[in-house]
């Protein structure tokens, strides 16, 4: 439906792809992908804002050079409380400002991506928010080609893609 790259600070160049799950409770997702390093992330989007898992962060952590100097504290985290708290390290992808319709097959929104990371003691490696901008899609036309971003009507976001 969309997909747009930007460098981040620590990541590099950061993917998002979001796609539509056709199943019977179809549902959206975004593929977050750092193709320097050839690593790929699917993350169902069930509440419009969801976060890598903690496996997924170990797999970052042993991927990205920056991070491998917090490699030991965030093992200790996990051992201490058997998991990685967000407000350490967490990079989550939020879907806002999501309608769909007037027709059918027609769906607008904005993505962002929302990180922190190895924020200790109120000093963070990079903590902020990196905008992927608006979309609008309309499957009646060309089919795999977006359309051009629309203006989006915030009284018509359904319940369970707020963020």
């Known amino acids: 439906l969309y997909e747009k790259c930007k460098v981040t600070k620590v990541l590099g160049n950061v993917c998002l792809a979001l796609y539509e799950d056709g199943g019977e409770a179809a549902g959206l997702g975004v593929e977050l992908s750092v193709p320097d390093k050839g690593l790929e992330f699917d993350i169902p989007l069930?509440?419009?804002?969801?976060?890598?898992?903690?496996?997924?962060?170990?797999?970052?952590?042993?991927?990205?050079?920056?991070?491998?100097?917090?490699e030991k504290q965030i093992k200790e985290l996990i051992e201490l409380r058997g998991f990685i708290p967000a407000k350490v390290f967490s990079e989550c992808v939020r879907l806002y400002?999501?309608?769909r319709g007037p027709a059918p097959g027609e769906l607008s929104g904005c993505l962002a991506?929302?990180?922190?990371?190895?924020?200790?003691?109120?000093?963070?490696?990079?903590?902020?928010?990196?905008?992927?901008?608006?979309?609008?899609?309309?499957?009646?036309?060309?089919?795999g080609a977006p359309a051009a971003v629309g203006a989006v009507d915030e009284a018509n976001v359904p319940q369970h893609y707020q963020a």
């Open 46 to 70: 069930g509440k419009g804002r969801e976060c890598l898992t903690d496996g997924d962060l170990l797999i970052l952590l042993a991927m990205i050079p920056q991070l491998a100097p917090y």
């Open 97 to 99: 400002n999501v309608t």
């Open 113 to 143: 991506l929302d990180s922190n990371i190895m924020c200790w003691k109120d000093k963070c490696l990079h903590q902020g928010t990196t905008d992927y901008g608006c979309f609008h899609h309309n499957t009646t036309e060309a089919r």
